[in-house]
Protein backbone atom coordinates (compact mmCIF):
# COMPACT_ATOMS: atom_id res chain seq x y z
CA UNK A 1 0.00 0.00 0.00
CA UNK A 2 1.26 3.15 -0.80
CA UNK A 3 1.08 6.77 0.81
CA UNK A 4 -1.15 7.92 -1.81
CA UNK A 5 -3.61 5.32 -0.55
CA UNK A 6 -3.67 8.32 2.06
CA UNK A 7 -4.74 11.17 -0.71
CA UNK A 8 -8.94 10.95 0.08
CA UNK A 9 -8.40 11.96 3.88
CA UNK A 10 -5.84 14.47 3.46
CA UNK A 11 -7.01 17.55 1.82
CA UNK A 12 -10.64 17.95 2.19
CA UNK A 13 -12.77 20.76 -0.04
CA UNK A 14 -14.26 23.30 1.75
CA UNK A 15 -17.75 24.12 0.80
CA UNK A 16 -18.15 27.86 0.44
CA UNK A 17 -21.30 27.85 2.90
CA UNK A 18 -20.87 25.85 6.53
CA UNK A 19 -24.61 24.07 5.89
CA UNK A 20 -27.07 22.59 8.50
CA UNK A 21 -25.08 20.74 11.44
CA UNK A 22 -27.37 17.73 10.29
CA UNK A 23 -26.37 17.75 6.59
CA UNK A 24 -22.56 16.24 6.70
CA UNK A 25 -21.91 16.29 2.83
CA UNK A 26 -20.05 18.96 1.86
CA UNK A 27 -20.93 21.13 -1.33
CA UNK A 28 -19.37 18.10 -3.37
CA UNK A 29 -21.63 15.76 -2.20
CA UNK A 30 -19.00 14.11 -0.36
CA UNK A 31 -20.02 12.34 3.24
CA UNK A 32 -17.70 13.78 5.96
CA UNK A 33 -18.82 10.78 8.11
CA UNK A 34 -18.05 8.49 5.22
CA UNK A 35 -14.63 9.58 4.51
CA UNK A 36 -13.33 9.75 8.20
CA UNK A 37 -15.08 6.02 8.44
CA UNK A 38 -12.82 5.00 5.03
CA UNK A 39 -9.49 6.57 6.58
CA UNK A 40 -9.99 4.81 9.59
CA UNK A 41 -10.77 1.43 7.83
CA UNK A 42 -7.30 2.08 6.05
CA UNK A 43 -5.46 3.09 9.20
CA UNK A 44 -6.28 -0.50 10.31
CA UNK A 45 -6.00 -2.47 7.33
CA UNK A 46 -2.45 -1.14 7.56
CA UNK A 47 -1.74 -1.99 11.47
CA UNK A 48 -3.70 -5.96 10.51
CA UNK A 49 -1.36 -6.26 7.79
CA UNK A 50 1.83 -5.13 9.84
CA UNK A 51 0.59 -7.59 12.85
CA UNK A 52 0.18 -10.01 10.27
CA UNK A 53 4.04 -9.62 9.08
CA UNK A 54 5.35 -9.27 12.65
CA UNK A 55 3.62 -12.53 13.54
CA UNK A 56 5.47 -14.23 10.28
CA UNK A 57 8.45 -12.47 11.13
CA UNK A 58 8.55 -13.97 14.28
CA UNK A 59 7.95 -17.80 13.37
CA UNK A 60 10.59 -17.41 10.61
CA UNK A 61 7.78 -17.97 7.54
CA UNK A 62 8.46 -14.36 6.60
CA UNK A 63 11.04 -14.54 3.65
CA UNK A 64 11.93 -10.90 3.60
CA UNK A 65 11.88 -9.17 6.78
CA UNK A 66 12.45 -5.24 4.70
CA UNK A 67 8.38 -6.22 3.90
CA UNK A 68 7.75 -6.24 8.20
CA UNK A 69 9.34 -2.78 8.31
CA UNK A 70 7.94 -1.10 5.64
CA UNK A 71 4.37 -2.26 6.48
CA UNK A 72 5.55 -1.11 10.48
CA UNK A 73 6.90 2.24 9.13
CA UNK A 74 3.74 3.09 7.03
CA UNK A 75 1.54 1.93 9.96
CA UNK A 76 3.15 3.74 12.62
CA UNK A 77 3.30 6.87 10.10
CA UNK A 78 -0.29 6.73 9.27
CA UNK A 79 -0.99 5.96 13.09
CA UNK A 80 0.91 9.49 13.75
CA UNK A 81 -1.18 11.24 10.34
CA UNK A 82 -4.66 10.05 12.40
CA UNK A 83 -3.67 11.59 15.82
CA UNK A 84 -2.22 14.69 14.45
CA UNK A 85 -5.19 15.68 12.58
CA UNK A 86 -7.87 14.73 15.80
CA UNK A 87 -5.54 16.64 18.41
CA UNK A 88 -6.05 19.49 15.24
CA UNK A 89 -10.12 18.97 15.07
CA UNK A 90 -10.27 19.04 18.92
CA UNK A 91 -8.31 22.43 18.74
CA UNK A 92 -10.69 23.54 16.11
CA UNK A 93 -13.56 22.67 18.22
CA UNK A 94 -12.38 24.16 21.10
CA UNK A 95 -11.56 27.46 19.97
CA UNK A 96 -15.02 27.51 18.61
CA UNK A 97 -17.00 26.94 21.57
CA UNK A 98 -14.19 29.74 23.22
CA UNK A 99 -16.06 32.10 20.43
CA UNK A 100 -19.13 31.30 21.55
CA UNK A 101 -18.80 32.23 25.16
Known sequence: MSITALAPIAGPAYPSSLGSVTDTAGADGVDFAAQLSSGLD????????????AVQAATGSLADVHDYMIASTEAKLATELTVAVRNRAVEAFNEIMRMQG
Open 42 to 53: QLQGLQDNADKL
